[in-house]
């Protein structure tokens, strides 16, 4: 019989508790699940007010591994939604993790957690920029340290401040809190970003996915800024070998970065880094932090 745990006054269902969903390391769904609650609060702050997309490994990182925006079968009436019209389905919803009853539901899914760069309520209309900087072998997550500090620094010329967090699996998330702003000017701002990297490094950086240009090369993907993009949220969990964390990082430790080790971090480490420093992608999630883009070609005056 499949064990209920209350969870704010919500009956949740929570199955398979001792199944081992990393075996690697042993880590198991109860485990999974006790992480979300510990890191509950930071985690909600990000994505509550957002529409979700699910990457489910019900069966671990080995087994299948399924994508999905549409709530799940089953999903109970309490859980929170949002209309998110698609050009398949004009009456499309998506889940919104507004509490931790939500998130527990989620969690015992057994999901990634990604969401698009804009909150419920305003597709495309974006609060933050997003690139995610991608190494090909034998690049790995020490160039994309260099190519973060580069970016940063062009972001700050240009009255950006960047926040880094690990993407958790090779590379980096860098992450800029915006005032409210059409995707499609905040794409082109990071296409043309990216581009300036390429010319800036050309030995390091790539801002077109071709394969053959890829090894030994960090592509600076720009393209997650897009409105039907999505991208892995600050601290959830990945579906990887090991429990590794999507967790922000200080620019220090990028920095100081000199192997790619320096900046893997998996469940267990995260809840000493929150009491150590705090939600140091905080900034994402305060209206006030949010910063203008600066003129584009071929803005109107």
């Not at 499949?2 to 919500?10: F, H, K, N, Y």
């Not at 690697?24 to 007010?49: M, S």
Request: proline share 12%; with cysteine; aromatic share 6%.
């Amino acid at each position: 019989m499949t064990p209920i745990t209350m969870v704010e006054g919500r009956r949740i269902p929570l199955s398979n508790l001792d199944k081992v969903l990393y075996p690697e390391t042993g880590y198991t769904k109860g485990e999974v699940l006790h992480y979300y609650a510990t890191v509950a609060g930071p985690l909600l702050a990000h994505i509550h007010d957002r529409p979700v997309s699910f990457l489910r490994y019900p069966d671990g990182p080995d087994g299948q591994l399924f994508f999905t925006k549409n709530p799940p079968p089953g999903t109970p009436a309490w859980v929170k939604t949002t209309p998110v019209p698609r050009s398949e389905d004009l009456s499309a919803e998506q889940v919104v993790v507004a509490d931790l009853p939500s998130l527990m539901w989620a969690a015992n899914l057994v999901v990634e957690f990604h969401t698009p760069q804009w909150p419920a309520g305003s597709p495309a209309l974006a609060d933050r920029l997003i690139i995610d900087l991608d190494p090909g072998a034998p690049a790995t997550a020490v160039e994309c340290c260099a190519v973060a500090l580069w970016l940063r620094e062009r972001l700050a010329a240009d009255g950006l401040g960047a926040y880094a967090k690990t993407s958790g699996s090779k590379g980096l998330h860098l992450a800029v809190p915006l005032e409210p702003t059409p995707s499609d000017r905040v794409s082109a701002y990071a296409k043309g970003l990216a581009q300036e990297a390429e010319r800036a490094l050309p030995d390091l950086v790539l801002h077109r996915m071709a394969k053959a240009l890829r090894p030994g090369k960090v592509f600076v993907d720009h393209s997650q800024n897009a409105a039907a993009k999505t991208t892995a949220a600050p601290y959830t969990l990945r579906a990887r070998a090991r429990p590794t964390v999507s967790a922000p990082v200080s620019w220090e430790e990028v920095a100081a970065c000199r192997t790619p080790a320096d900046l893997v971090f998996l469940a267990d480490d995260i809840p000493p880094r929150l009491e150590r420093d705090g939600d140091l992608f905080a900034p994402l999630t305060d209206p006030g932090r949010g910063h203008r883009l600066p003129a584009l070609p071929g803005d109107r005056p």
